[in-house]
């Protein structure tokens, strides 16, 4: 916790003393690119910095329903994600298409073996036991 100010997140340290830096201001240059300015946390030191923080990268893709779509390529795990994603949902769509061709084909196979109904052919006399008790 920074000794002259109230309590804030730290992102980065002073590398002359150590203390934590402040962000002071930050604009945005573009869509993905913001430009911050930090100043040390320590009166003694009172370093500045500029930088940009940038976001290169789409890691997860907005919930909303009708989000535009995001012009940041996707990190690799979330391509991975998508991918196998994509594949599980193949996969069970072939599950169930199989299935349901299964399905069919024994419900032919039973309506072409007698179609439910037996011949008198088809009905075997039983067997009389010859034991002699």
């Known amino acids: 916790m920074a000794v002259f100010s109230p309590r804030r997140k730290v992102v980065f340290s002073c590398p002359a003393c150590g203390a934590h830096l402040i962000k002071r201001t930050s604009y945005l240059l ?4 913001r430009h911050d300015t930090f100043v040390c946390d320590n009166p003694v030191c ?7 923080t940038e976001l290169t990268h789409l890691a997860s893709p907005s919930g909303m329903p009708h989000a535009p779509p995001c012009e940041l390529p996707r990190t690799p795990g979330s391509r991975r ?3 196998l994603e994509k594949y599980r949902d193949d996969d069970l769509a ?19 073996t007698n179609g439910g109904d037996l011949d008198d052919d ?3 006399e039983p067997v009389a036991d010859d034991h002699d008790d």
């Open 122 to 124: 088809d009905v075997e």
């Open 30 to 33: 573009h869509q993905f690119l």
């Open 81 to 83: 994600d998508k991918t």
């Open 46 to 52: 009172s370093a500045a910095f500029s930088g940009h």
């Open 94 to 112: 072939a599950r169930k298409s199989a299935q349901t061709e299964m399905t069919l084909s024994l419900a032919v196979n039973a309506d072409n």
